[in-house]
């Protein structure tokens, strides 16, 4: 990927997925590759190896780009001396293989355009066989194989596809590249243009479902597209992010493979959906959520594939330099076989929430919720990874048991409010005790806070979320005092660090940004303590990091003024989601996790 993370713009079609550069390069194509442990399979390499581009010859004078409203149309307009030409970039509402399509359409003079195709499969260790067909272009390798079609001129150079082509005011020049495995043979009639109208009315019927009307509606809104986006239509599961290994450091080793479902973020999701008002996708979640989890609890894994898959060995793509030369670049994430106290209070509370908003939940998913309970009765007291998958020695992490009292505190309640079958006396003693024994060692006097461990002199980010799962009130002087704790020693720029650089908990080299699903529980906290003013400042100033389409990534760096990490983040997506509805108490998560 030569161009800047904030210069690519998002296309999907809630199966596939794939970033699209200013200057009209397609850097990175995934699809669903299940056998391989993996959740997707590069086929444009990673971007450095294989791109697809179309754009202008010569000089560009200016670019402007675009969602269509209320979609996931992307429309790039490219200004030369000798007139104007637009790029439609999407992928079609799915039929039965991925279908990425580019119209190129001229609105002023005559412009002349270059294409170059350059596929690369397995992240850019795979060469094609390619061949002319009736249709156009085949690729195949293994697997694989990609089918180009249309009526401009290609022809090969240097193990590349090129073609160039003019297009006059009021003309179109399509291309179809579509997917398939390589055992089968592909055939298409469609359409481009219908293909396109069909896509359009798809997303514009799918946001017109959306019942938030607060501030920031749009904002809101193209958040809601863009984690639609990200969930895995077949599955219901909801991916971090569709790329991997794009640096939290530029030239760093803080790279990872975002491209799996984590548990971490499940209520979280679970509370964007409902407040968006798309409880049939909320319910999916729900859903992948139960059969991910099921079978024996102490299996349990913080993160799993699109389908629930639990093999995601973390493996090396040594013949890639990594963006801006930010190696290794990994497959896989390690961090799966983790303990993580916390994603066990997570999905406990997301059934519940999902349950009071409607979702049935049966004896079975009982069973389910009992024998996690039950687990982790065994091994609460144990030190764990944490919230943020430290790759450093397991610590005591206040936020954990934090969680670890929101699972026995939501099991309680499920008992007593719901008539549940349970043990109610001996949860109710494990809650309490998990609460004293957080009071006493997660808190430190003389900061006047909770810290990030027991007996640690620094905070974490995600201590901010106490007051919002109900665990002390939000005016408790504790809470105050963590929260401008939390303002005095990890904010940088106006943006929140996770926790501090020199702590060096998670045994890597510091340079990480600024992580911004935490600003977002920073709104909301405030929020919450009467702070309205000061929260729609915060969040102003957060959403003046998207870029021109609207997006976020995991992490910004406020001194090189940069995205970081992978992109775009769907953790951050859903903290503007949840924040805009805790500013403007419509669909307040803290009431969803509080209440019942």
């Not at 190129?104 to 094609?128: A, F, K, N, Q, W």
């Not at 803080?254 to 049939?280: K, P, Q, S, V």
Request: charged letters at 25%.
């Amino acid at each position: 990927m030569a161009s800047r993370i904030e210069d690519y713009a998002l296309i999907g079609d809630c199966e596939t997925a794939a970033l699209v550069g200013r200057d009209g390069s397609v850097d990175w194509l995934c699809v669903p590759r299940f056998d391989s442990g993996a959740c997707f399979a590069a086929l444009l390499g990673a971007a450095e190896n294989g791109r697809w581009l179309i754009a202008p010859q010569g000089e560009v004078r200016n670019v402007r780009r675009r969602y269509r409203p209320d979609t996931l149309i992307l429309e790039t307009d490219f200004e030369t001396p000798e007139g104007e030409a637009t790029l439609i970039d999407f992928m079609s509402a799915r039929r039965e293989n991925p279908e990425l399509i580019r119209i190129v359409v001229g609105r002023r003079g005559t412009v002349r355009m270059r294409t170059e195709l350059i596929m690369r499969y397995e992240y850019g260790s795979v060469v094609p066989w390619v061949r002319k067909t009736s249709e156009g272009l085949e690729a195949i390798a293994g697997p694989d194989s990609l089918h180009l079609t249309t009526p401009a001129p290609l022809h090969g150079e240097n193990m590349h596809t090129v073609g160039e082509f003019a297009v006059a005011a009021g003309e179109r020049v399509p291309f179809t590249l579509r997917w398939c495995p390589s055992h089968r043979r592909s055939h298409s009639n469609i359409s481009a243009d219908d293909e396109l109208q069909r896509t359009e009315k798809w997303w514009r019927d799918w946001s017109d479902r959306c019942t938030y009307r607060g501030p920031w509606r749009e904002q809101v809104v193209r958040s809601l597209i863009t984690l639609k986006a990200l969930t895995y239509r077949p599955t219901g599961g909801v991916v971090a992010a569709p790329t991997t290994s794009l640096p939290e450091q530029l030239g760093g080793t803080r790279n990872w493979d975002y491209r799996y479902c984590w548990l971490r973020d499940a209520t979280f999701t679970l509370c964007a959906m409902i407040a968006g008002g798309y409880h049939e996708e909320a319910g999916e979640w729900r859903n992948w959520l139960m059969r991910a989890i099921a079978g024996d609890p102490a299996a349990i894994r913080i993160l799993y594939g699109l389908a629930g898959e639990r093999r995601t060995m973390e493996w090396e793509a040594d013949w890639l330099g990594g963006y801006e030369n930010s190696r290794p670049v990994r497959v896989g994430n390690a961090a799966s076989g983790q303990l993580q106290l916390d994603v066990i209070g997570e999905v406990i509370d997301a059934i519940r929430i999902a349950h009071r908003s409607g979702m049935r939940i049966d004896d079975d998913d009982w069973r389910l919720v009992m024998g996690l309970v039950e687990y982790l009765e065994s091994v609460w007291r144990q030190p764990d990874h944490g919230i943020w998958e430290i790759r450093g020695k397991p610590r005591q992490f206040t936020y954990s048991k934090v969680m670890v009292w929101v699972a026995f505190d939501r099991a309680v309640k499920a008992i007593e409010h719901s008539r549940r079958p349970g043990p109610l006396e001996r949860w109710r003693k494990v809650r309490d005790t998990v609460h004293a024994e957080i009071c006493s060692q997660g808190f430190n006097s003389k900061r006047n806070s909770f810290v990030q461990y027991y007996g640690a002199d620094c905070e974490d980010a995600a201590l901010l979320l106490m007051p919002l799962i109900g665990f002390l009130p939000c005016d408790d002087s504790r809470i105050v005092g963590t929260v401008k704790a939390v303002e005095e020693h990890l904010m940088d720029h106006g943006f929140l660090r996770r926790y501090p650089e020199a702590s060096n908990v998670d045994g890597l080299p510091s340079g990480e940004g600024a992580f911004l699903a935490c600003s977002f529980w920073y709104v909301q906290a405030i929020a919450m303590q009467g702070r309205n003013d000061e929260a729609r400042e915060h969040f102003d100033r957060l959403l003046k990091l998207t870029n021109d389409v609207g997006l976020l990534p995991e992490e910004y760096d406020p001194k090189q003024q940069r995205f970081v990490g992978n992109f775009p983040q769907a953790f951050s997506h859903v903290g503007l989601i949840n924040a805009a509805c805790a500013i403007s108490a419509e669909g307040s998560p803290a009431e969803m996790r509080q209440s019942g």
